[in-house]
């Protein structure tokens, strides 16, 4: 079933030429506008797969992974400029641009050299899979095709990657560590890394790690770092997309995340999962676009320091606990009966 069509809200996101802060877009521009709303997303998604996997087939080669991942970011901003979902999303004008860079070159930094240090002690201790290897290293199962060993490893990832981010919004020391990804007012490509840096490290280690000590083989393994290359910088993209309804419950998709961005406490406790929403419909926690919309961003109620250092700092700094209109700590998941709305 096609939301775009459908849905009364979602037609007039979708069917009507009109930018979501009202802007109306030009008559001449409307019949290019409403095709590349339609096609633009699936076409990024397949097009920067398809680039990888010739990359990952001619051996995975660190910087010329790195390149690629560059050229989506490059892509994407620059689409940002032609297609935007709201004016005032962009990149123009957005204080905090420095710091959402520093934050993204901290936590790539880090974060690789926390993989790095993984990969090396698990083929130390004989776990990591060689090419060619004919005997399994691990508990992983390497003889299965590589288009199931890469499904299997996204879901299996991205239900870690569930638990391990709703364990940031749960618990008040931890989700001052998450606090500053949440904290941008808008929505564009370079926040999707605005993360504090120990998030890298939790990736590494609750993420990576497992999947590193099951016998993951590396070809798999960049086959889910290409997925969160892909999927993230995405669904962050302050893109005018239109997407079909069931698209939503199948992929991470710029309006599903942008839910989790609200505001509102108790949309921002929904859409845990990175990649796919399976997670979050198994464990009730799914908000489907057509039913809400994130018109604002961030936490109003929770102001964080406005300055790198003090950004870096504040997960070390002590819990304010400031409450929410239900009486609940921000960033906390609010009591059951406050997402009871949005649960599948
Ligand atoms: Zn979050
Ligand atoms: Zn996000």
Known sequence: MDGCEVSPKREDLCGSGTAVDGTPAP??????????????WPTLVIGFSAAYAVQIAA????????????????????????????????????????????????????????????????AAYGLLPLPGDSVPRGLWPTHWPL???????????????????????RIPRL??????????????????????FVEAILRALLIVAPLVAL????????????????IVPLSHANLDVCLPSWTHWWLQTPQW?????????????????????????????????????ANRVGLPDEPLPTHLIGQLWYPFSS??????????????????????????
């Not at 001052?176 to 926040?191: F, N």
């Not at 016998?215 to 892909?230: D, H, K, T």
């Not at 819990?319 to 599948?344: H, M, Q």
């Open 27 to 40: 008559e001449r521009t409307q019949s290019w506008r409403w095709l590349a709303r339609r096609v633009l």
């Open 59 to 122: 051996g995975g080669h660190p910087i010329r992974l790195g390149l690629l991942g560059a050229v989506v970011i490059t892509c994407l901003i620059l689409l940002e400029r032609l297609l935007p979902h709201r004016s005032d999303w962009g990149t123009r004008g957005d204080a905090q641009l420095p710091n959402d860079l520093a934050h993204t070159l901290l936590g790539a930094g880090i974060g690789a050299g926390c993989i790095e240090s993984l990969v090396i002690a698990a």
């Open 147 to 169: 288009a199931l060993q890469v499904a299997g490893a996204l879901i299996l990832a991205d239900g870690l990657y569930y638990w391990k981010h709703r364990l940031l919004h």
């Open 175 to 196: 989700w001052k560590i998450h606090a500053i990804h949440h904290s941008a007012d808008r929505l564009h490509t370079l926040k999707a890394t605005r993360s504090h």
């Open 215 to 230: 016998g993951v083989p590396r070809e798999v393994l960049l086959w889910y770092s290409a997925s969160i290359v892909i």
């Open 257 to 293: 995340h942008r839910l989790h961005h609200a505001a509102d406490p108790a949309l921002a406790n929904t859409n845990f999962a990175s990649l796919c929403p399976l997670w979050d419909v198994i464990f009730g926690t799914f908000a489907h676009p057509d039913e809400a919309e």
């Open 319 to 344: 819990i304010t606990r400031p409450r929410d209109s239900d009486g609940g700590p921000v960033g906390r998941e609010p009591r059951r009966n406050s997402t009871a709305s949005f649960e599948s």
